[in-house]
């Protein structure tokens, strides 16, 4: 089955932190994978993406770590700020199909 | 990337009523956008993908007459709740796929909530 849930866990961090946001997705055949950043009343942001046949890429302040054996996403925040606390969603897509969003984590930065 | 429009950003209706939502892409064509629907504190479910000048393709369980998707211009969709009810409560979010990138690129556009009393 494609991993849709309806529970939205929550990650608390502290201000200066690195927060590791996880992501479990269902489709081995899946090729392409984003995080987006989606804060209260508006529409997802782009953060940064991977390809499957990458296991490692890096933004700014954002890394992203792909394991295709256990289909596990996570995204990497360094030096986490007050600005990056929001509901942050992995999508895994395969090749001329449809994104396929996981359930989100709410990122809470503490002062 | 690419800057997606919507409006209105919040619109408060009556049950009973239709209410339109516009999709803009501003700064390319899209052939092809998508409609989102988003409930508080879940995730996204996609609802229809919209194609320029053909009929849209709907996600088992949406139903196509309630939801009318019109996609008339390269820049242009239209989703129209018809006989909103406030089950339909609910923020809805487009998206444009990038002709010109990696085949599954997804540009956002901000969300519009509708609140159907």
């Known amino acids: 089955g494609e991993s849709v849930g309806l529970h939205l866990p929550t990650l608390s961090v502290q201000e200066g932190d690195n927060s590791i946001i996880n992501c479990a997705y269902s489709?081995?055949?899946?090729?392409?994978f984003i995080w987006y950043k989606q804060e209260s009343g508006k529409g997802p942001q782009f953060i940064i993406d991977i390809r499957s046949n990458m296991d490692k890429r890096q933004g700014q302040r954002v890394t992203v770590l792909l394991n295709k054996t256990v289909k596990h996403l996570s995204l990497q925040i360094a030096a986490t700020q007050p600005g990056d606390s929001a509901v942050y969603f992995c999508?895994?897509?395969?090749?001329?199909?449809?994104?396929?969003f996981g359930p989100g984590t709410r990122l809470s930065v503490l002062p | 990337g690419a800057v997606v429009s919507q409006h209105p950003s919040w619109v408060i209706c009556k049950s009973g009523t239709s209410v339109k939502i516009e999709c803009r892409s501003l700064?390319?064509?899209?052939?092809?956008m998508f409609w989102y629907r988003q409930f508080p504190k879940q995730s996204l479910m996609l609802m229809a993908t919209?194609?320029?000048?053909?009929?849209?393709?709907?996600e088992q369980g949406v139903e196509k007459d309630k939801f009318l998707i019109n996609h008339a211009s390269l820049t242009l969709s239209t989703l129209t709740v018809t006989s909103a009810h406030p089950e339909d409560s609910s923020f809805y979010i487009c998206?444009?796929?990038?002709?010109?990138?990696?085949?599954?690129?997804?540009?956002f556009g901000p969300g519009t909530r509708l609140t159907v009393l």
């Open positions: 700064d390319f064509q899209a052939t092809t």
């Open positions: 489709n081995s055949a899946s090729d392409y």
């Open positions: 919209s194609n320029e000048g053909s009929k849209a393709t709907y």
């Open positions: 998206s444009v796929r990038n002709p010109g990138g990696w085949v599954n690129e997804q540009f």
């Open positions: 999508a895994e897509a395969q090749y001329g199909q449809n994104f396929v």
